[in-house]
């Protein structure tokens, strides 16, 4: 490259080939594009960790089969009960616009950290493959309450039946 062409530091990262084209590697930092539109997962995160029940909170995109990318918050809640999906996403919703709201949240207990002690963003697992013990909880719960009185009538005496035995 010619001394006299200025370089701009945009956040990207990229070589020079040999040829003199250049090769777009990725980022240096958090930022991606989704839907068109540049998002800060870093900001995010930020206003997550402004709720009182968040503890530590991460921030990742995941490419579906589509090829479509969908946002994904990790939450550690700070105290037990967890907090819900609808919970976090209202607040977000009061604080950030709609296409930086997450499409899911997971609840874990713990981050897993790298052996620096860095959030290992790599081995987060899917959204699909967590549930907390708490969201268990919830999911039985509000299953429970969809039953009718007969039906938990039934199932508490064929309870009673069982333990009797």
């Known amino acids: 490259m010619p001394s006299s ?3 701009y530091k ?3 990262l990229a070589r020079y080939l040999r ?13 991606v594009k989704i839907r068109g539109y540049r998002i800060e997962l870093t900001e995010i995160e930020a206003v997550l960790k402004q709720h009182p029940g968040v503890g ?3 921030v990742i995109t995941r490419e579906e089969e589509s090829g479509s990318k969908r946002l994904i918050a990790y939450v550690v809640p700070k105290q037990k009960p967890a907090l819900t999906t609808d919970e976090l996403r209202g607040f ?6 709609e296409y930086m709201i997450p499409n899911a949240f997971a609840m874990l207990d713990a981050l897993p950290l790298t052996p620096n002690g860095k959030v ?6 899917a959204p699909e493959q967590v549930e907390s013990s708490d969201e268990k909880m919830a999911r039985l719960l509000k299953r429970l309450e969809q039953l009718s009185d007969e039906e938990v009538k ?3 005496s064929q309870k009673k039946l069982l333990t009797q035995q």
């Not at 040829?19 to 930022?31: A, P």
């Not at 977000?92 to 616009?97: D, V």
């Not at 290992?120 to 697992?125: E, T």
């Open 5 to 7: 062409e200025r370089l």
């Open 10 to 12: 945009t956040g990207d």
């Open 19 to 31: 040829d003199g084209n250049i090769e777009f590697l990725g980022r240096t930092d958090h930022q």
């Open 56 to 58: 530590e909170a991460v």
């Open 92 to 97: 977000l919703k009061q604080k950030l616009p």
């Open 120 to 125: 290992d963003r790599q081995n987060l697992p």
């Open 154 to 156: 039934a199932m508490l």
